[in-house]
């Protein structure tokens, strides 16, 4: 079994847990449904979001330069990191340079996947995670399993003993607005406090050299406006070409990330408050190779709003870190191996291919046919074991050939007719654990059409 | 007896599934019957093995090619290439894109069709004369919904239609249940099911209970894959329900 | 240099160009658009209060909040400006500020720096009341970004409904880190003061 496999074994023996986990992510799924269905031309937006997406793919670098352009016009400092540790280290200096020491932090899956936290923290600098969920998971140490929803795996009385003991909260209370209230004011300190705020990037306007992040909380502007240095860091696929393209993507994200019509804070940076600092990090990350791959290009369109990660029934049951990758889910499953081939070849096998993901993309990208030719591409660069290879080998063989295909079908049945059961199902039969395998008919269907038609006989008359 | 004026000239083919043909040959069986009644000459090239799915979806594409040559060597001298399931039609249509486009090649692929949308979109017709007095859940194979649109999947903000339903509503005296998931996957997914095996069996139980909340008494669907996968779980765990294929269904008629 | 090397990668991966598409015709969705503005605004969890005068604003805004510090006269912003004295503005309880415009798919309004002297007020006061007039709320979003005609100032917010959070199993909670209550008074036929 896969590393992904065993991870959601792990997940499923917790039968009430995961149940839960399923049921509440269909919900979100079903909420977006409602709001989808509230905008008239849905379908037609998510083509424009596709095609300017496209668009901006095929002329990242002049829009780029116009945003860097435009961003030092307005009082920005531009910074560009060719790779994870690049960009850990220009955050590290803005925070050195200025003898900060107070950093808090809102979401960006970017910073997560360039791990900037356990980078500064080794440096001895504290960072605070201030997005709820992200801020309990900090303190349980524990990765998001969710890109938008990073504590969707943990339960209240988790959160509430969490909290009990990391912040003082009172024991055994699990009541929702109590412990948001608890971490409100724990993290209000923190704000008011902070020298340095780091955000993610939702949308870089190229037009405007402005910087858009999408929160519910509104941690990012508390940060961003009680701190006197903001830092902004995106990857390069986030830039988009003008103002008026920001309508098609802000009303495609919320509707199809939390089935919200849109987050209650969608805030535009452009430059500095009187006296403060504002850095901006362009970041690659192996992100200019993947636009030179066309058959996986397109998974730079994402908005990473987590809608594939609702819908998909195997998410659903398996929890995010059975992906053991930053973003996990279906567009997880087809950027984890363009970042580490071996390490996630696993991932695009850990489908079903059902195609729904694809269906409620924002950006339509293709990603179930993305996962099909991961599949072909990994086993081809040599990732699966000798035995998937021997078992693939002999199969193509014998499904090529009439004759050995027969005869293989009629010794397979046979067995399964009139060899004792317990031989049958065995460790080896992974099939045969909860499934009984299909009964043996008297003769194949080729069987029976043979005797009871004439060989060659077009008509096939009895 | 029906006659399709111009598609009763046509031949067809009929590409019966290897694990139809291994193990529900009753489907073949009653594909091969219901094209009959409809009028039609049809013809089982016995020399067929596969489409080559089970291969490609491993990620051994490159090792099925030449079983995929084989099928449009096979299949290119009929007008219409027939076949109880839809994951099949769907690999044929969409994933032989890696042969050499030649004229075989794109006849074949433009020409195969699962049995309701051929039913449906070439024959042109809805209603079968079928007789089917029962509480019917139809699950809705991903490849065909999704794939091959033989209807709207649940997600997609356009106007409603189902080839299936279509079909199976003119039935008398059916009923056809609706479902708290109209068009979950089943978790069969070909290989899935056997290398992702926990996941695979708790898509399949959360399938079936949906529709034993829902009062199923007949299962039905395009893809005999899925139904294998599911009668598998529901025979291990006594569960009271039948699998029918849709061409059995569509079958039993007064045609 | 890094911006050279990734700019290089870029222009070394060689996509055919794919065209920017023609701008977005949105289909309009029916109905009046303070309805559909109210409707979604309380969706958002905002609360919502119509007027039609600019007395009757006046009466309102000195009734009901009572003690609220009202900045939608430039003349008081002198007492905000700073960054640095955050403990005035921890202490803010009811803030009043001008919204630009509204609109009506989302429930959103518009602000940015030339309706608060200091960037952190609208987020860190316990509740925000926003005045609207009715005539300023567009449809959606796309004629949203047309008025702000691409003058944006150092920064601009949409805002639709309080701060909020579903991070502890779904259960929506109001007041996450910006404020707890979000009240929009809508006035008709009136010159804002």
């Not at chain 3, 630009?100 to 959103?108: C, H, M, P």
């Amino acid at each position: 079994m896969t590393n992904h496999a065993h991870r959601a074994a792990r997940f499923l023996k917790n039968e009430e847990r995961a149940a839960w986990h399923d049921k509440t992510l269909w919900m979100v799924r079903k909420k977006r449904d409602l709001m989808a269905l509230d905008v008239p031309d849905w379908e037609e937006l998510r083509e424009q979001a596709s095609q300017i997406k496209r668009h901006s793919l095929s002329k990242l670098d002049d829009y780029l330069v116009q945003f860097e352009e435009q961003a030092i016009n307005n009082g920005a400092q531009v910074h560009w990191a060719s790779t994870a540790g690049k960009l850990n280290e220009i955050v590290y200096q803005i925070i050195k340079e200025n003898n900060a020491s107070r950093i808090v932090k809102s979401k960006s899956m970017l910073t997560e996947e360039c791990g900037l936290n356990p980078f500064l923290e080794k440096r001895g600098i504290e960072i605070i995670d201030t997005d709820l969920g992200e801020r309990i998971i900090q303190l349980k140490r524990e990765p998001p399993s969710h890109i938008v929803m990073p504590a969707i795996h943990i339960k209240k009385e988790e959160i509430s003993e969490l909290f009990h003991r990391e912040l003082n909260s009172e024991e055994g209370n699990t009541d929702p607005t109590y412990l948001a209230a608890t971490a409100r004011l724990h993290l209000r300190q923190k704000f008011i406090e902070a020298e340095v705020a780091i955000t993610g990037v939702n949308f870089a306007v190229a037009e405007n050299g402005a910087v858009v992040v999408c929160t519910n909380e509104g941690n990012a502007d508390m940060g961003v406006h009680a701190a006197p240095i903001q830092i902004h860091c995106m990857g390069i696929e986030k830039v988009i070409p003008r103002l008026s393209d920001l309508a098609v993507f802000t009303r495609l994200l919320a509707r199809s990330a939390t089935g919200q019509p849109i987050t209650t804070y969608t805030s535009h940076y452009l430059n500095p408050k009187p006296g403060g600092q504002m850095h901006i990090i362009i970041v690659d990350n192996g992100r200019s190779e993947l636009i030179g791959k066309e058959d996986y290009r397109d998974s730079l369109k994402c908005i990473r709003c987590g809608a594939c990660m609702n819908t998909c029934p195997v998410y659903r049951r398996s929890g995010g870190h059975s992906y053991h990758y930053v973003i996990p889910g279906p567009i997880g499953s087809i950027l984890a191996p363009h970042s580490n081939s071996k390490e996630y070849e696993d991932l695009p096998f850990a489908s079903s291919l059902c195609g729904s993901c694809s269906d409620v993309c924002p950006v339509k990208i293709d990603i179930h046919g993305q996962l099909y030719r991961w599949r072909q591409d990994l086993s081809q660069q040599g990732a699966r074991s000798p035995i998937k290879k021997g078992i693939m080998k002999v199969s193509g063989k014998i499904l090529a050939s009439d004759k050995m295909y027969d005869w293989s079908g009629k010794a397979a049945r046979w067995c399964i007719k009139y060899l004792p059961r317990v031989l049958i199902y065995n460790r080896l039969n992974t099939w045969g654990r909860e499934r009984e395998l299909p009964e043996v008919p008297r003769e194949s269907f080729k069987e029976w059409y043979n005797k009871n038609f004439r060989e060659g006989d077009k008509n096939g008359q009895k | 007896m029906f006659k399709m004026k111009i598609v009763s000239r046509s031949n067809i083919g009929l590409f019966i599934p290897c694990y139809i043909d291994q193990f529900y040959p009753k489907v073949g069986i009653a594909t091969l019957e219901l094209l009959e009644k409809l009028g039609l000459e049809v013809f089982y090239p016995s020399e067929q093995t596969c489409c080559g799915q089970p291969l490609a979806n491993s990620g051994a594409e490159d090792k099925a090619i030449k079983t995929y040559n084989n099928f449009v060597r096979i299949f290119s001298k009929f007008d219409y290439i027939v076949s109880p399931s839809g994951s099949c039609v769907y690999h044929v249509r969409e994933n032989y894109n890696i042969l050499p486009q030649t004229d075989e090649v794109r006849k074949v692929r433009q020409n195969t069709f699962e049995l309701c949308e051929f039913i449906v979109d070439i024959l042109k017709t809805d209603d079968l004369k079928i007789d089917f007095p029962h509480k019917v859940g139809v699950h809705q194979s991903c490849h065909g919904l999704r794939g091959l649109k033989l209807a709207t999947p649940s997600e997609l903000i356009v106007e409603h239609y189902s080839k299936v339903h279509r079909l199976l509503k003119k039935a008398k005296g059916i009923e056809i249940i609706n479902l708290d998931r109209e068009d979950e996957c089943c978790g069969f997914g070909g290989t899935f099911s056997i290398f992702q095996p926990d996941i695979s069996v708790k898509m399949g139980k959360d399938r079936l209970d949906d529709h034993r909340r829902n009062g199923a008494e007949v299962i039905t669907a395009t893809d005999m894959s899925c139904l294998m996968h599911l009668e598998g779980i529901a025979r291990r765990q006594n569960r009271e329900v039948r699998f029918l294929h849709i061409a059995e269904i569509l079958n039993s008629n007064r045609l | 240099m890094d911006r050279n090397k990734i700019l290089l990668n870029i222009q070394r991966s060689r996509i055919k160009p794919v065209n920017l598409p023609e701008p977005f015709c949105s289909a309009e969705k029916e109905g009046d658009k303070t309805i559909l503005f109210k409707e979604m605004l309380m969706q958002t969890g905002g609360d919502c209060i119509e007027v039609n005068s600019t007395e009757e604003l006046n009466s309102l805004l000195d009734n009901n909040f009572r003690g609220a510090t009202d900045l939608r006269r430039n003349e008081l912003f002198k007492n905000f400006l700073s960054y640095s004295n955050k403990d005035s503005l921890e202490r803010l309880k009811t803030v009043i500020l001008e919204g630009q415009f509204g609109v009506a798919e989302n429930g959103s309004i518009w602000i940015d720096d030339s309706n608060f002297p200091n960037r952190l007020i609208p987020f860190i006061t316990e509740e925000l009341v926003l005045c609207l007039d009715a005539k300023q709320i567009v449809r959606n979003m796309h004629e949203a970004y047309l008025r702000t005609d691409n003058a944006i100032s150092g920064f601009g917010v949409f805002i639709s409904g309080p701060s909020k959070t579903s991070d502890i199993e779904q259960h929506l909670v109001y007041g996450a880190h910006g404020a707890k209550k979000l009240i929009v008074v809508i006035s008709h036929e009136t010159n804002l003061v």
